[in-house]
């Protein structure tokens, strides 16, 4: 099993920043691809980035391209999530989840985090 802590939401004005952090518990963490989410209301949840094991290769979701970075630190057990040039549309519950790779679908995530607000206001 693998535990998920996420922290660092809140609420921002369009245009700031936010980063966001997740905290890993359990197994080992290097050996997990990690992928961050975001789920708006009334839609479902979507891909937003993902990290591979080393941190080597890195992937995102064209909406954040260019805005959001996303890192991990093994040795603390964390992945980042650092979101810049924030937009009401980046309005959403942001999770983390644990994969064996980095994918992209959701349906590959075997751990989740319970989720942290972001609301950009305009």
């Known amino acids: 099993q693998v535990q998920l802590v996420e922290s660092g939401g809140g609420s921002v004005q369009a245009g700031g920043s936010l980063r966001l952090s997740c905290a890993a518990s359990?197994?080992?963490?290097?050996?997990?691809?990690m992928g961050w989410f975001r789920q708006a209301p009334g839609k479902e949840r979507e891909f937003v980035a993902t990290?591979?094991?080393?941190?080597?290769?890195?992937y995102y979701a064209d909406s954040v391209k260019g805005r959001f970075t996303i890192s991990r630190a093994n040795a603390k057990n964390t992945v980042y999530l650092q979101m810049n040039s924030l937009s009401p549309e980046d309005t959403a519950v942001y999770y983390c989840?644990?994969?064996?790779?980095?994918?992209?679908?959701?349906?590959?995530?075997?751990?989740w985090g319970q989720g942290t607000q972001v609301t950009v206001s305009s």
């Open positions: 989840a644990a994969a064996r790779g980095p994918f992209q679908r959701a349906s590959e995530y075997d751990y």
């Open positions: 359990g197994r080992t963490f290097s050996n997990y691809g």
């Open positions: 990290i591979s094991w080393f941190g080597d290769s890195t």
